[in-house]
Every structure is written in C-alpha cells, then in structure tokens.
C-alpha cells in the first residue's frame, strides 16, 4: 500500500509570500493529484501529473518521479489561498483508488 | 460549481439506522467514485462505479453499498450505523472508465452525515 506524507501540517504565511507544500509517496504511481479543500469543505481538483511540471495561474505544481516526490508551489500569496491542500495518489496496476495524504493546511495572513 | 451535485447536504440520524446518500455525476461523466472524510482517518476511497457497474473496491465496510443506475446517478447506503460512521462523504464523477487515478475527477460539495 502506498503511504503519502505531507509536509508541512500547518503552515502559516504573510500575504505575497511564496508557499511551497510537498508530499511524498513510497511506492511508483501513475498519477498524482493535488486537491484545494475550503473552510467549507468542497473539494476543488487543482492538478492531475504523472510527470514534470503544470501551471495554473499562481499556483505550479512539479513531480520528481524517480525521488517519488511532488510539490505544490504559490507565488504571489492571497488570504484566498487559505484551504486544506490535498495530495493524492494513483499506483497503478490494482483496482483500488487513490490514496490521500493528511493534508497541509494554509493561512495567509494579510 | 463542479456540476457534481449530492443530497442530502446534512443528515443527523441515530446508531443503528440505515441512509443513502445520493449523487448525481457531471453531464456525461460514466464513472463516480464515493470517498469518506473523517477526522481521524481522512479521505478513503470507498467504491467507483462505471456505467453502472463496480469497477474498483476501497476501504468500503459490509455494512456500506452503493449502485449506479442507468440514468448514471449513484447511491451510497449505509446500514447499521455506528458513531464512528460520522464523517463527510464525497462523491465525485469522471469521464474515464476503470479503475484509473490518471484522469481529473470533479468532486461534489458532499454530504455531512452525524451519528448519534
């Protein structure tokens, strides 16, 4: 079984500040996701990767597959950004799902 | 909006009782995956439905199943329910078949159950 971790837990920064999330896994995947979850708790998809490197606006999102190792980078930060960044996982082969991390969650102060 | 739309919002019932949980999948999406949230265990993956058919099996519990009918909107059904059971359930929908992690998937704003 896949195990995800997240780094860091809580993170808080002052608006404009750079963040970087990451997330480790230890077996190879065929993809991972990161995922934006609100105060609210909806969930947003932000990114699908199974290799490189994908921007969205503010945020980017790279993948290091041989060190199994993604990030979730945002520049420019908005007290917007405030949310539970999700980072899960595919491994392939087998029929069961994705595997989540615990997730960072992230004020931006202003 | 994801166009992923699940009912009830909230559900307050007592231990021992039997919900469903409904969602309806994007337009022309074949595949909806339900997951469960809870604070203690986060988000699993419980089940994933295509074209009405089981595709891949989580950490689904017997006392859990779900279905998809024709019109591809799906049903959670949660059965003898236990104050652990208390957790947000997500639906979301994509376009792909199989068991596959390698497409988006759209999430619904989910359902809050509380067991009491």
């Known amino acids: 079984k896949n195990e995800v971790e997240q780094s860091p837990q809580n993170l808080t920064a002052q608006e404009g500040e750079f963040i970087t999330i990451n997330c480790s896994y230890s077996v190879g995947i065929s993809a991972l996701h990161w995922l934006q979850q609100h105060p609210g708790g909806g969930i947003v998809s932000l990114f699908m990767?199974?290799?490189g490197k994908k921007k969205h606006g503010r945020l980017i999102a790279t993948i290091n597959i041989q060190e199994k190792h993604s990030s979730l980078h945002i520049t420019a930060s908005h007290p917007r950004d405030s949310a539970v960044y999700i980072c899960?996982?595919?491994?392939?082969?087998?029929?069961?799902?994705?595997?989540f991390g615990k997730g960072t969650h992230l004020i931006i102060q202003p | 909006d994801s166009g992923v739309t699940q009912t009830p919002k909230h559900l307050i019932t007592a231990t021992g009782q039997r919900v469903t949980l409904r969602c309806s999948p994007r337009?022309?999406?074949?595949?909806v995956y339900w997951y469960q949230q809870s604070l203690d265990q986060g988000l699993q993956f419980l089940i994933q439905y295509y074209n009405g058919e089981e595709r891949a099996k989580g950490n689904i519990l017997e006392r859990f199943s779900a279905q998809q009918f024709p019109d591809l909107h799906s049903e959670l059904n949660l059965s003898s329910l236990e104050l652990g059971d208390s957790a947000l359930y997500f639906c979301?929908?994509?376009?792909?078949?199989?068991?596959?992690?390698?497409?988006?998937?759209?999430f619904g704003p989910g359902t809050r159950l509380t067991v009491l």
């Open positions: 990767l199974s290799s």
């Open positions: 899960a996982v595919f491994s392939g082969g087998g029929a069961d799902g994705l595997t």
């Open positions: 337009s022309g999406d074949l595949s």
């Open positions: 979301a929908s994509s376009a792909y078949q199989g068991a596959r992690g390698d497409n988006e998937q759209f």
